[in-house]
């Protein structure tokens, strides 16, 4: 646990996860139980953050959205809303990008990407 509380709230790759445990002889089993117990979430596919269960801190939505598509920064509804400006609740984090609109469901929320020139 306390290798993990090293890494925070900061999304990280399996490489990461992988050194974090070097001295095992098969690191990939101790991340696949970590996120078994739910210690790690997967964000997607090589995206990993560490649960609010090891480390008592608040996952941070945005700055999982500004690693699970780049380049790309939290902009639109989301913003307003952050700030107050809007009185509705957004449910999805909406950012802008300037490759392809994307939308990912994950154990973390909706996050959608609009394209922007």
Not at 19 to 30: A, G, I
Request: hydrophobic residues 35%.
């Amino acid at each position: 646990m306390e290798r993990l509380e090293r890494l925070g709230v900061i999304p990280v790759n399996k490489d990461i996860l992988y050194s974090l445990y070097s001295d095992l002889k098969f690191p990939e089993n101790k991340v696949a139980d970590l996120e078994r117990n739910e210690l790690i979430i997967r964000v997607k596919k090589n995206l990993y953050v560490v649960s609010s269960k090891v480390h008592n801190l608040e996952i941070s939505r945005e700055l999982v959205a500004n690693h699970l598509y780049r380049p790309s920064y939290v902009s639109l509804e989301t913003a307003l809303s952050y700030y107050g400006l809007i009185p509705e609740r957004v449910y999805s984090l909406r950012s802008v990008s300037t490759k392809r609109y994307k939308q990912f469901n994950t154990p973390l929320g909706n996050f959608d990407y609009i394209k922007i020139p």
